[in-house]
């Protein structure tokens, strides 16, 4: 086979397949795109390629997602918007954006256009995440018209199918009893601490993985879970049990004095700057739940915390102060499961 020529190889850069059908991968704004090509010939996926490349790159701090991006750290610095949600928000407005490569304004963004997108979208989503999808769009705008960039909220005029949330609700919850055996059972002082901060606590994946020593007051029995370390802009306290506090003071006893550790509770195991340099737990603990024939995630341990004080009497708005999910999300994942059970107080006093 003849060698591609450098003309043919600068045509055919960052073209892929995938699935039978051409994508291109290149960067704008000093950011990674991919977009499909939506085409299975590759001469014609050159041409797309070539008048994808040939669009003019603006400036960041003059394109609308550079400016909506302002508002949004605006937004993260006054405290009204948790960072990894405005990320979120700032993620999905790229995907939207680079949809309709044309708009330049917001006022651009018309009902018309939202509903072409999310009809797109919608073939590939399951009707939750087309919910979730759809509701941080909403979000975002309502937070461009509260600041005055927006006069109406586009989304207000999107048709969406009919979406119950009780339908979709995840109900995969651990009993009490293999809750308290799997946290007796785990000799891995890490794991342990992961398993009980999210039976005890209630607290999400994320959080663990960047829990610190000074979240946890242990003489008032509370963890203060501050908004920037969180998926939402409000703050969480849950509260620290027995068992909690017993196994904070093991793992403070085990820290080395030299060098001197950092403010995670979860040491990374690798320097600063390396792709991942938190400890991620997610094959120690799908391992260990294979070994002990369980059926659990790691969001499924906060779903559990959240029945769990449901059923030992816990008020919604106690609980929403402790998650730092409000009264309605909780209501309409955990009301319904509301029933007393007094061998619960086990794994949660």
Known sequence: MKNKTKHEADNTRG????????WLRFYRNGRELRKSLQTHDMGEAIKLAQAERARVPMNPAENLQGSVGRYLRQEVEANRLAPRYAEELRRRLGFLLDYFPEVTRLDDL????LQTYLDHVRRKLSPASLNSYSGQLRGLFNILVERK???ENPMNHVRLPAFNQGEHVRENVVSPEVAQKLIDNCTDSRLKFVLLAGFCMGMRKEEIIEARWGWFNEKARVCLIPPEARKRSKPACPPLNAAVIKHLQFMREQLPTQPHPTDYILEPEVVA???????DFRKPFTDFMKKHKVNCTAHDMRRTFCTLAMRNRATIEQLSAWVGDTPRVLASHYAHLKTYNPLVEQILK
């Open 15 to 22: 073209i892929y397949l995938r699935n039978q059908t051409y």
């Open 110 to 113: 018309t009902p018309k256009r």
């Open 149 to 151: 960039h927006l006069r």
């Open 273 to 279: 700057g390396s792709y991942r340099y938190r400890w």
